[in-house]
Nanobody, 121 residues
Framework: QFQVAESGGGLVQPGGSLRLSCAAS????????IGWFRQAPGKEREGVSC????????IYADSVKGRFTISRDYAKNTVYLQMNNLTPEDTAVYYC??????????????RGQGTQVTVSS
């Protein structure tokens, strides 16, 4: 079965850090552009970051530039989202999507179930 799954979410205090993982089974993530998206209650889904399948070109939303970093570990077939200096506005369910399209956000082939990130003191 082909699937991707997120992990690494949790509760963190403002200013703290988390690293989210998007791991795949049955497919090779290097063949896909990978996007991280988030959705908070009552808000529209927001694209957070995207990494291309060739060359590692990265894109970030203005709201996370300088704080979040997307990266690939080809050996582990995993894409990470390192999130630093978190604020309560980053609270949301975070999803990863694997897509043949780059930039991300124009449809996807696989999407995970999401992982909750809560930033609160």
């Amino acid at each position: 079965q082909f699937q991707v799954a997120e992990s690494g979410g949790g509760l963190v205090q403002p200013g703290g850090s988390l690293r989210l993982s998007c791991a795949a089974s049955g497919l090779t993530l290097a063949n896909y552009a990978i996007g991280w998206f988030r959705q908070a209650p009552g808000k529209e889904r927001e694209g957070v970051s995207c990494i291309s399948y060739i060359g590692g070109t990265t894109i970030y939303a203005d709201s996370v530039k300088g704080r979040f970093t997307i990266s690939r570990d080809y050996a582990k077939n995993t894409v990470y989202l390192q999130m630093n200096n978190l604020t309560p506005e980053d609270t949301a369910v975070y999803y990863c999507e694997a897509s043949q399209n780059f930039p991300c956000g124009r449809g996807y082939d696989y999407r995970g179930q999401g992982t909750q990130v809560t930033v609160s003191s």
